[in-house]
């Protein structure tokens, strides 16, 4: 099954105690601090919409680009509730192609971890440094090697709800620097439960592997955060925000 096609309706229910406006806050601080005031952004790997609408509703024009023709729907629904206009590509970012130069290039939650592969990280890059208008921004976040090899790593957590309930199961492998996650999830269907199966992959980059990438684009400047914070990084940061100007 393909990642996030089962996940996606229950995705939200099992994020509900993230703070996407206080992440929403923390991108628009990043731009006024680099001086920039955005009109223009696209967000990708923008899942079921949740900071993509939020920055809509502040008044921005917004591109939502996702894999996950499921995630999408779900975002399109917010959307049309929230009362704004996004417009959302069922595309993969590692092929991306979009109708305009923008500001601002967005992926966070994760969305570069997905990219297992080097050259692959690498095509993402490049396209997105030519989407971009000269002096634009692209911000993102990892989940740090620290994280998805130790917090993660080969645990197991599970959780249930009134609707749903998941066992997650985690497996690292170390050789391949790669995460694994085993998702068993249980939606509550009238008088029974439907068993749903599917199993994400995450890369766990080291700082210094993202920004050999970044500096080889041409970026003329390369910025890295402890997430929502303007600190450098520390060693059990758990995620880790780049912040990259064309």
């Known amino acids: 099954m393909e990642s996030y096609s089962a996940f996606a309706y229950v995705y939200d229910q099992l994020m509900e105690d993230v703070d996407y406006k206080g992440w929403v806050l923390y991108i628009e ?4 601090r680099c001086g920039i005031k955005p009109k223009n952004i696209a967000e990708l790997a923008c899942g079921t919409g949740n900071v993509t609408n939020i920055l809509a509703k502040r008044g921005y024009n917004l591109i939502g680009v996702d894999i996950s023709a499921d995630m999408l729907f779900i975002a399109q629904e917010k959307s049309r509730a929230m009362g704004v206009e996004v ?22 939650c994760d969305g570069v971890n997905y990219i297992a592969d080097e050259k692959d990280l690498r ?6 440094y030519h989407h971009l208008k000269d002096g634009g921004l692209f911000i993102f976040d990892i989940s740090t090697y620290y994280k998805l090899a130790n917090i ?18 985690n497996y690292f492998e170390e050789a391949q620097k790669m995460c694994d996650f085993d998702l068993t999830i249980f939606v509550k269907e009238e008088d029974t439960y439907r ?14 592997e993202i920004l ?9 400047k390369i ?3 402890e997430a929502f914070t303007f600190s450098d990084p520390k060693e059990e ?8 100007q064309k």
Not at 152 to 169: H, K, P, Q
Not at 196 to 206: G, K, L, V, W
Not at 213 to 220: R, V
Not at 237 to 244: A, G, L, M, N, T
Request: charged fraction near 30%; charge should be negative; glycine fraction near 4%.
């Open 195 to 208: 068993k749903y199966e599917e199993t994400h992959s995450q890369r766990a980059y080291e700082e210094k």
């Open 29 to 32: 601080e990043i731009f006024e």
């Open 223 to 225: 910025e890295c955060f």
């Open 237 to 244: 940061s758990e995620r880790i925000y780049f912040v990259c």
């Open 123 to 128: 095509k993402v890059f490049k396209s997105v």
């Open 152 to 169: 993660l790593g080969n645990n197991t957590y599970a959780e249930n709800f009134e609707e749903v309930s998941y066992i997650w199961e």
């Open 87 to 108: 417009i959302y590509l069922n595309h993969d970012m590692r092929e991306l192609s979009l109708p305009t130069e923008l500001d601002g290039i967005l992926c966070v």
């Open 212 to 220: 050999d990438q970044l500096k080889g684009i041409g970026f003329k």
